[in-house]
């Protein structure tokens, strides 16, 4: 496999964060547009989310070394994405429970094995984006939407502020030393967005 400096990773990551900000805000948006909705929108991540975890999979599988318990954790987490509608609060938040205790398992492995680290990155934000949206369809089904966009607007801000943050302190660092700083901090701007919805 050909390896990629690590200037070139740091912006890949870089980007896709950048992007997963803006798909954040769009989401945001047309959640807000009401309960009924919501429960739609929950399929509907549910469904992309799917997709990605099936082509992760698939990478996976085509690596040199295939790695027997992810991929029966990619198929459990497949068969919780694939459970029926949620038509209710209390269905939803069961859904959300067990979707995210299962992708905590992933999360788990991935970081503990050296051979999955180089996709970790990426997983890492489509998980946690992911969960901000599940945050962010919770309230929605809660509250209304008045809260959550003053919420979403500063988080948002604050989420920028760390990717520029993890850009200039990254970019000139030996891949290797710098691993687990990175997957923290990426999980830190998430966490802001995640907090403005649990206090929203």
Do not use: P
Request: charge should be positive; charged fraction near 35%; proline fraction near 0%.
């Amino acid at each position: 496999m050909k390896t990629i400096d690590n200037a070139t990773f740091v912006d890949k990551v870089v980007a896709q964060l950048r992007k997963t900000a803006i798909d954040l805000e769009e989401f945001q948006v047309k959640a807000s547009l009401g309960k009924a909705e919501a429960t739609d929108k929950y399929e509907e991540i549910k469904k992309k989310f799917n997709l990605f975890i099936h082509e992760t999979k698939n990478k996976i599988e085509l690596g040199k070394e295939k790695i027997t318990d992810m991929n029966t954790m990619f198929d459990e987490l497949i068969v919780q994405l694939a459970l029926g509608k949620a038509e209710s609060k209390d269905a939803f938040k069961e859904q959300k429970k067990k979707l995210l205790h299962k992708l905590h398992d992933i999360e788990v492995k991935i970081k503990t094995n050296e051979t999955l680290n180089s996709i970790y990155a990426y997983v890492l934000i489509e998980i946690e984006m992911f969960r901000v949206q599940l945050e962010i369809l919770e309230k929605n089904f809660e509250k209304g939407k008045d809260g959550v966009k003053t919420a979403f607007e500063k988080s948002k801000k604050e989420f920028n502020e760390m990717i520029e943050k993890i850009k200039s302190k990254y970019s000139g660092k030996k891949k290797e030393t710098q691993w687990e700083h990175f997957q923290n901090e990426i999980s830190e701007a998430f966490g802001h967005f995640k907090q403005a919805f649990s206090k929203a």
